[in-house]
């Protein structure tokens, strides 16, 4: 199994954190915040790891090296020039299995990763989004999703003017074939351009989480992984 995870994001709203380190790299509970990620991957046996970096990846690239000494087996692709999140996996093709985990560089899902890859497999579907259950709303993320009867997406959108039921949780499973839809070149978004094709195809299938998802997106939210990262390794 393969963990795909964008770690190349210019961090700007973590300024002036990441303006000498890239964002997978802010000290988080006593460690660069990827290895967190990067540790949660090995506990759970997924040992394939592909970093997909860019803004300052070289200091991932050399703090982590091969993954030996995490038990992880890692390998790089590094943009050189911000191309988008589907950008980040169309210059990455050739390095991606068949069906492979895709995991945000930024957010923290503690949750059975295989699952969902199974998920995906177990459908006709070509992409999977992990969305969490905010009901509560507990977190500071704006609904995202809507599903239908059937457990697909029907609705994907930022800051939508109708209330919608889930979030995106940042996590998700792809087939290698979506990579075909994204243009040869250019900046390209997976949110914006590759996933409305998906919904559109009926090719978006979710997968529904309670467990609460974290981030460093912003200086208020890098404080509340703080605080749960740090008590986990007390």
Request: aromatic letters at 8%.
């Given at each position: ?7 190349g ?46 803004y300052?990846?070289?200091q ?30 169309r ?5 991606l ?17 295989a ?46 003017p ?12 792809l087939?290698?074939?979506v990579?075909?839809l ?53």
């Open positions: 199994m393969q963990a795909v995870i964008l770690a994001g210019l961090g700007t709203r973590l300024w002036p954190v990441t303006a000498t380190v890239p964002k997978p790299m802010v000290p988080v509970a006593g460690a660069p915040y990827l290895e967190h990620q990067l540790r949660l991957l090995a506990q759970q046996q997924i040992r394939d790891v592909l970093l997909l970096t860019g300052l990846g070289e991932i690239e050399e703090y982590f090296g091969d993954g030996a000494s995490l038990g992880l087996r890692l390998e790089y692709s590094r943009e050189p020039e911000p191309v988008g999140t589907a950008g980040a996996l210059e990455a093709r050739a390095k299995e068949d069906a492979f985990l895709v995991i945000y560089g930024d957010s923290y899902l503690p949750i059975e990763y699952e969902a890859l199974r998920t995906l497999l177990a459908s006709e579907a070509k992409g999977l989004v992990v969305v969490y259950d905010n009901s509560l709303e507990d977190t500071s993320v704006k609904n995202n999703v809507d599903l239908d009867a059937g457990g697909y997406v029907a609705k994907y959108e930022k800051d939508a109708d209330k919608l039921s889930y979030v995106e949780a940042g996590v998700l499973a087939r290698r074939s990579v075909d994204v243009p040869p070149r250019g900046a390209v978004s997976l949110e914006k351009e590759i996933f409305p094709q998906l919904i559109a195809a009926h090719s978006l299938i979710a997968h529904i989480t309670r467990q609460r998802f974290y981030d460093i997106g912003t200086p208020e939210r890098l404080e509340v992984i703080e605080r749960i990262l740090a008590h986990d390794h007390q």
